[in-house]
């Protein structure tokens, strides 16, 4: 036991001196790299758009080469639009994210040029598109998301029953148009009114029928274009159409009826008499009747998708210079919030749906010398629209028209 303890105190010993020789040993210091240093790249800031997202954006209705912004607190900016010399512009449409404006380019020759889009950041437009020769183009629509621009371009110097028409499909940023139905496809059809792109990816338009052709005078259709399926989706008995509107989603579609529809006799009170609303995925069919019997003279879907805003006349000839906005509530029965204006408002010629209320132009009186913009903000409110002054009436046959709200 001795000689162990002893062999232990020797191991001790000799550790604890190798210990004190590692103290005393200089060791390596390991100097971490120094980093190779890069410049912050350079972000380039993304120009702002010619026309600012929250302005109303106004056109004219004709030949024209400006729009017009308006601004939050009211003051009004003239953008020229780009266009060669001697060019004018007329069709004006705006995305409705405000990335883009699409309109039709005229030569001083009164010849059309084509379809011009511009990236409201870029300082030029493209020429999308031109018509066929021998044809003109004579309506467009741009597609909700602004991916696709629809366009009709008819024949020209024919009678229009006789006249070839398209309905063609083509990218806002240019490339092959598509031709998606023609009077090939619908030999009975007079040239269509492109109403969208269903969320099942239809497409509908409003078309009257050629005379002495069968069918209804005018319906709305759906069109599949990859198998060529062609159908009236509107109840026969609801002809003629006047117009058409998709909700933004894609699912429902409202339109007017003529009061022909319903009683076969002419009348000399206001044509319209109420409204369809169609869903557009089980087909149901509902009949938008205004609480005092009142005329639908215009309809027009707030973004929700639910609520409507609707002009309105009542049906005694005498109270024609009254009129209504009313703001309809389609998921629901309840009485609409509807308020009357003044007389002007027998002058309506454009208005879009704004927050809880409406934006709208009028046809200028005799008199006038100005365009006006007027702006209600809730139509259940007792508050009077707020008028904004366009400027001076340079030609009278350019009524202003609302492209674009915030």
């Known amino acids: 036991m001795g000689d162990v303890h002893i062999y232990l105190n020797m191991l001790t010993s000799l550790a604890i001196a190798a210990w004190l020789s590692a103290c005393n040993t ?24 010619a026309l600012p997202l929250d302005h109303i954006w106004v056109g004219f209705d004709g030949l024209s080469d400006t729009v017009l ?12 639009l780009p266009l060669n010399e001697d060019q004018q512009a007329s069709e004006i ?17 009164g010849q059309q040029h084509g379809i011009a889009a511009w990236n409201l950041i870029e ?19 741009l597609a909700e998301e602004a991916n696709s621009l629809l366009y009709v371009e008819i024949q020209v110097d024919t009678p229009v029953p006789e006249a070839d028409w398209r309905l063609v499909s083509i990218s806002p940023q240019g490339g092959q148009p598509t031709l998606l139905i023609g009077r090939d496809a619908a030999p009975d059809l007079l040239p269509p009114t492109p109403i969208g792109i269903a969320q099942d990816g239809r497409l509908l338009f409003n078309a009257a029928t050629k005379p002495g052709a069968e069918g209804v005078a005018q319906g ?5 274009p990859e198998n060529g399926r062609l159908d009236l989706i509107s109840p026969p008995g609801d002809s003629p159409i006047v117009d058409g ?9 409202v339109y007017r009826i003529s009061s022909e529809s319903s009683t076969g006799e002419q009348t000399d009170l206001p044509s319209i008499i109420a409204a369809r609303l169609l869903d ?3 087909g149901q069919v509902i009949t938008l009747a205004a609480p005092g019997s009142e005329n639908i003279t215009s309809l027009y879907w707030y973004p929700d998708g639910i609520h409507l805003l609707l002009d309105l006349v009542p049906p005694e000839s005498e109270e024609q210079q009254r009129q209504l906005w009313a703001r309809a509530d389609t998921s629901q029965t309840v009485p609409w919030r509807q308020i009357a204006v003044d007389q002007a408002h027998t002058a309506i010629f454009s208005c879009t749906p704004y927050q809880q209320g409406v934006i709208y132009t009028l046809f200028p009186s005799l008199d006038d010398t100005e365009w006006r913009l007027y702006i209600l903000p809730n139509i259940a409110a007792d508050d009077p629209p707020q008028t904004v002054s366009l400027g001076t009436i340079e030609e009278p046959t350019n009524v202003p028209l609302i492209i674009r709200i915030p």
């Open 26 to 49: 200089p060791y390596d210091v390991i100097t971490p790299p120094i980093p190779t240093l890069f410049p912050t790249p350079t972000i380039t800031p993304t120009p702002p758009p």
């Open 69 to 80: 912004g308006v601004s939050p607190d009211r003051n009004v900016s003239t953008l020229a």
């Open 93 to 109: 449409i705006a995305a409705r994210d405000g990335s883009m404006v699409i309109y039709l380019v005229w030569n001083a020759d």
């Open 123 to 141: 300082p030029n437009a493209r020429l999308v598109t031109q018509p066929l020769s021998g044809y003109r183009v004579i309506s467009l629509f």
């Open 220 to 224: 709305i259709y759906s069109f599949i």
């Open 245 to 253: 509107e998709l909700s933004a989603n894609g699912t429902r579609l």
């Open 280 to 282: 557009l995925t089980s």
